[in-house]
């Protein structure tokens, strides 16, 4: 079978494996247990920023002054965007302005900074497959099941952020699978300019990164601060560890298994 077959199989098979199996656990959750889990989806974005995109921006990037610039510049233009969305909303809804009583509606907002971020993440997952196929199909077979391993949690966190925004659980699945789409884009891209390709892979990871820590830290933590307590600081906390520690995790066990 010519590879780019096989590239083209793995991506998307593989995006399309890792939003089930998390559409699965988040998709299961009751409204009940979405502010709860928030905090969950905070670790996710957090660890996988952290512990597995930016080292492997700054291992692929010549310079890591240019991987923190891109990120510097990925949170402006996150800001930014924000502000354009917000913008939108007050012309087309109520807002602070006009209503004392509320704030622009989220649905949308948050979700737009999410959704690019995994988009970004997935051409980039796509081009490592489509790199690993292009070596031998062993290699690019673990390299693909790594990945989707690698996938599930950060997918989780994307469910429920969306799921916290306001989207209903079929619109959070469309948007995913959408996002996912790219790793497919990703994977042919690389397959006929993969010399090219590698050159922009640390900025696509440093945007991604950007959009993550932009949205977890702008958007999401401060929502934390409404519950107020000590039994809740304590849980909010054990959560973020939780979504932390399985990127750490699974990252280890993909890292594992795409050596063997």
Not at 164 to 172: F, I, L, P, T, V
Not at 187 to 209: D, H, N, S, W
Not at 224 to 253: D, Y
Request: glycine share 8%.
């Amino acid at each position: 079978m010519p590879i780019i077959v096989w590239i083209v199989a793995a991506t998307l098979l593989g995006g399309v494996l890792s939003v089930v199996a998390a559409a699965v656990f988040a998709l299961r959750a009751g409204p009940s247990q979405l502010p709860m889990l928030i905090s969950y989806a905070i670790g996710t974005l957090l660890g996988a920023a952290f512990l597995e995109i930016l080292p492997h921006a700054f291992e692929l990037s010549q310079s890591a002054r240019e991987v923190t610039v891109t990120v510097l510049i990925g949170i402006l233009l996150f800001f930014v965007l924000e502000k354009l969305v917000l913008w939108r909303h007050c012309h087309e809804e109520q807002c602070e302005a006009h209503n004392p009583h509320g704030r622009p509606s989220d649905h949308g907002r948050i979700a737009t900074m999410v959704i690019i971020g995994d988009t970004f993440h997935n051409c980039v997952d796509g081009v490592i497959i489509a790199g690993a196929f292009l070596v031998n199909v062993e290699l690019g077979i673990v390299s693909a099941l790594a990945i989707i391993t690698h996938e599930v949690p950060q997918e989780i966190g994307d469910f429920l952020v969306l799921l916290h925004s306001g989207y209903s659980k079929r619109q959070a699945f469309t948007f995913n699978i959408l996002a996912s789409s790219a790793m497919v884009v990703g994977g042919v891209l690389a397959y006929f300019a993969l010399q090219t390709v590698r050159e922009v892979i640390p900025p696509l990871l440093g945007i991604a990164a950007a959009s993550m820590l932009y949205v977890s830290v702008a958007d999401l933590i401060p929502g934390l601060h409404q519950r107020r307590g000590l039994t809740a600081g304590a849980q909010q906390v054990l959560l973020i560890s939780a979504g932390v520690l399985t990127i750490w995790i699974v990252g280890t066990l993909a890292h594992s298994i795409a050596a063997v």
